[in-house]
C-alpha cells in the first residue's frame, strides 16, 4: 500500500528553526510537495522537490532523499503567522497525489 | 492570481438528499480534483478530470458523480447524502501536460448531512 507519514503535532517558539519530517512508502516516485494550510483555509503551495537536495526559499527550506523515502521542511525565524498545518504529498507513479494526514505546527510566543 | 471559487462555504443537507457543489478556475487549467479532508486523515481524491466531460475515479468514488461540461467549472454531486459524507470538500486546479504542476484549491465547502 501507499503510505505518507508525518508527526500529528509540533511546538516551536518564535524566532526559532523547526523542522518537519514526512517519510513516504508510495508506488513510483515523480515528485514531493509541501503545502501550507492555515486552519478553515486552503492548502497553498511551499515548495517542490523531486531532485535530492534541498531547495531553498527564503524562510522556507525543503529536502528530499529519494533513497531513504524521506523529506523534511525547514522553516527559520518562526513568525506567529506560521501556525498552521503542513501537508506532505508525494506523486505517484500514475501521477496522482497521495497526501499526508498533515503536521499541525504550533508557534508560542 | 490564479482563483478557485466554490459555491458554499458552508452547507447543511438532510440524509438522502442530492448535494452539488459546484466549482469554477479562471485560469485555464486542464486538470481539476475535488477532494475530501477529514481529521487525522489526508486528503482523499474523489474524481478528477483532465479535460471537458473526461473524468476519472480517484480513491473513494463511491457515493459522488461529477460534471465538467465547461473547462472552468466542475462539479461535485452526492446522488443521496448520507451522514458519512460530513466532511470538508476541497475543489483544486492544476495545468495539465507532462509537466508536474501544483495543485491550486479553492477555500473549501464545510457539507454537514444530518
Known amino acids: 500500500g501507499q503510505n505518507i507519514d508525518q508527526p500529528t503535532e509540533m511546538t516551536a517558539t518564535e524566532g526559532a528553526i523547526v523542522q518537519i519530517n514526512c517519510t513516504y512508502q508510495t508506488s513510483g516516485f515523480n515528485g514531493l510537495f509541501w503545502y501550507q494550510q492555515h486552519a478553515g483555509e486552503a492548502p497553498t503551495f511551499l515548495s517542490y522537490n523531486v531532485l535530492d537536495g534541498l531547495e531553498e526559499k527564503g524562510r522556507f527550506s525543503s529536502f528530499l532523499s529519494r533513497s531513504k523515502g524521506y523529506s523534511y521542511l525547514l522553516l527559520k525565524e518562526l513568525q506567529m503567522k506560521d501556525s498552521a498545518s503542513y501537508l506532505c504529498a508525494v506523486r505517484d507513479s500514475n501521477y496522482q497525489l497521495i497526501w499526508g494526514a498533515g503536521t499541525k505546527l504550533i508557534i508560542k510566543p | 492570481d490564479v482563483k478557485v471559487t466554490q459555491s458554499s462555504r458552508y452547507l447543511v443537507k438532510r440524509t438522502g438528499e442530492k448535494v452539488f457543489l459546484e466549482c469554477v478556475q479562471d485560469?485555464?487549467?486542464?486538470?481539476m480534483f475535488w477532494y475530501r479532508q477529514d481529521p487525522g486523515l489526508g486528503l482523499r481524491l474523489i474524481y478528477f478530470s483532465y479535460d471537458v466531460k473526461m473524468k476519472e475515479k480517484g480513491d473513494i468514488p463511491e457515493g459522488y458523480s461529477v460534471s465538467r461540461e465547461k473547462k472552468e467549472r466542475f462539479s461535485l454531486i452526492l446522488e443521496s447524502a448520507s451522514t458519512n459524507q460530513t466532511s470538508m470538500y476541497l475543489c483544486?486546479?492544476?495545468f495539465g501536460g507532462g509537466e508536474t504542476y501544483e495543485q491550486y484549491f479553492g477555500p473549501g465547502t464545510r457539507l454537514t448531512v444530518t
Open positions: 483544486a486546479s492544476s
Open positions: 485560469m485555464d487549467h486542464e486538470n
